[in-house]
């Protein structure tokens, strides 16, 4: 369970977040209160990620009216990672339409690790969901593009909208990611084998290596976060970047499957929708009022932020972030009917 905020008296909002002076300060005390905490271990499966300096630690919050708070080290560059399975589902929605999309890749947690093949075997070579390796695989090959190369462009021009600005891949993470890639191959060709892999399995899985490997800061998924917040419109650029439509799909598909097999736990203890990487981001979305994202990259046993986890549960409980708490706007009496 994610402890240290049961204490925390918990604010209840159904409308906005409080005025920016509050969410300064409260975003400023979340940072201190885990900026010290030392749990955790840095992902070292992929070489490159093993090089992050553990103490990094970045949060900020971008609301769906444009505004921008933010502390610590939101500027630093990291590897997407698996973040970019959710706002690659949302393009896919537009792309392929949410009941094709439905039918192709699954809604369903699969209770196991995130790239477990088991998972896919169980369920007739079909993956079950877009947030694990294999419905992400699945994903990046239904994306709209001839070849390998055209679904890349269409991934990074998509992911570039959400984030407001042109992103880079990191050709280090790339490199070293391409290098240890055997089991998302291995996931590839058998999705290809049971008839689920639209194209070449090789292409597929390189498109998605590099998704991955696309160079965001905890500021950049804040705005990708608020993106989907707002109804598909950035609130930075004021571009529509999806449909509302795939926003509120992408938003479900996150609150059962964004954190693995911790997704439950989550939705219990933070009741946001949330996407974590290995490279230790974090992007939290409160519909309506905007989104939270975080950098630091000292991990748990399911591949989540630790710093990340615990600030985003201390912010939605301060912030009134949390989907299942409302306040009572009119108390209305009791009647015959109602009792």
Request: proline residues 4%.
């Amino acid at each position: 369970m994610i402890e240290d905020v049961h204490g925390v008296a918990q604010h209840a909002a159904t409308g906005a977040l409080p005025t920016v002076d509050q969410v300064r300060a409260l975003i400023a005390a979340a940072h201190d209160r885990y900026a010290g905490l030392s749990e955790g271990v840095v992902a070292d499966y992929i070489p490159a990620l093993a090089q992050a300096d553990p103490d990094l630690f970045g949060l900020s919050l971008a609301a769906a009216n444009g505004q921008m708070v933010t502390a610590g080290d939101v500027d630093v560059a990291f590897s997407i990672q698996s973040i970019s399975k959710a706002f690659v589902f949302a393009l896919l929605v537009d792309d392929l339409g949410r009941d094709a999309v439905f039918d192709a890749i699954g809604v369903n947690n699969t209770g196991m690790p995130f790239n477990s093949v088991v998972a896919v075997e169980m369920n007739n070579g079909a993956p079950m969901n877009p947030m694990v390796n294999a419905g992400a695989i699945a994903t990046s090959g239904l994306i709209s593009g001839i070849d390998g190369a055209a679904k890349w462009q269409r991934i990074r021009d998509g992911l570039s909208a959400f984030a407001g600005r042109a992103l880079e891949l990191d050709d280090e993470v790339y490199r070293s990611e391409a290098a240890n890639n055997q089991r998302n191959a291995a996931i590839a060709h058998l999705l290809a084998s049971y008839g689920r892999l639209a194209g070449d399995p090789e292409d597929i899985v390189d498109a998605y290596t590099r998704q991955c490997s696309l160079s965001v800061t905890a500021n950049d998924l804040a705005i990708m976060g608020a993106t989907l917040a707002d109804d598909g419109i950035n609130p930075i650029s004021g571009e529509r970047v999806v449909s509302g439509q795939a926003c509120r799909d992408t938003l479900a598909v996150l609150a059962s499957c964004g954190m693995y097999e911790r997704s439950g736990e989550w939705l219990f203890e933070i009741g946001l929708p949330a996407k974590s990487g290995v490279s230790g981001g974090i992007v939290s979305i409160a519909p309506g009022k905007g989104a939270v994202g975080s950098y630091s990259p000292p991990l748990d046993p399911a591949g989540n932020s630790v710093r990340g986890q615990r600030a985003c549960a201390y912010l939605s409980r301060v912030l009134g972030l949390n989907l299942f708490a409302s306040s009572v706007h009119t108390k209305v009496g009791r009647t015959s009917a109602g009792r």
